[in-house]
């Protein structure tokens, strides 16, 4: 099983990117798709989340209204399209996919422990 994260580089606060995560190995849709990140000196942070088959997204406060999660079916793709960057956006992105487990609401996805495949990150600089 393959995340391969990418799409991060050196952009001005107030544009925008858009990072792709690639999945191969298996088959994902009983799976939540998600995106951390992680700042020099800080924990890793939720940042959004989809389930594969679709669904209503959820994202964390900090980044709601400017980020969008995704998926293409066909290209077997999760995005994260991130508009209205800021400074505090600084950090290595990753994408994670976590099985579908009973009983769990999206925000249990919240969580990193909940992930088995992970990326390998990818950096985005958001310059003032």
């Known amino acids: 099983v393959q995340l391969q994260a990418s799409g991060g580089g050196l952009v001005q606060a107030g544009d925008s990117l858009r990072l792709s995560c690639a999945a191969s190995g298996r088959t994902f849709s009983n799976y939540y798709m998600g995106w951390f990140r992680q700042a020099p000196g800080k924990e890793r942070e939720f940042v959004a989340v989809?389930?594969?088959?679709?669904?209503?997204?959820a994202y964390a406060d900090s980044v709601k209204g400017r980020f969008t999660i995704s998926r293409d079916n066909a290209k077997n793709t999760v995005y994260l399209q991130m508009n209205s960057l800021k400074p505090e956006d600084t950090a290595v992105y990753y994408c994670a996919a976590a099985p579908v487990r009973t009983y769990y609401s999206i925000i249990n996805y919240y969580r990193s422990s909940e992930y088995d495949y992970w990326g390998q990150g990818t950096q985005v600089t958001i310059s003032s």
């Open positions: 989809l389930r594969w088959t679709g669904g209503i997204p």
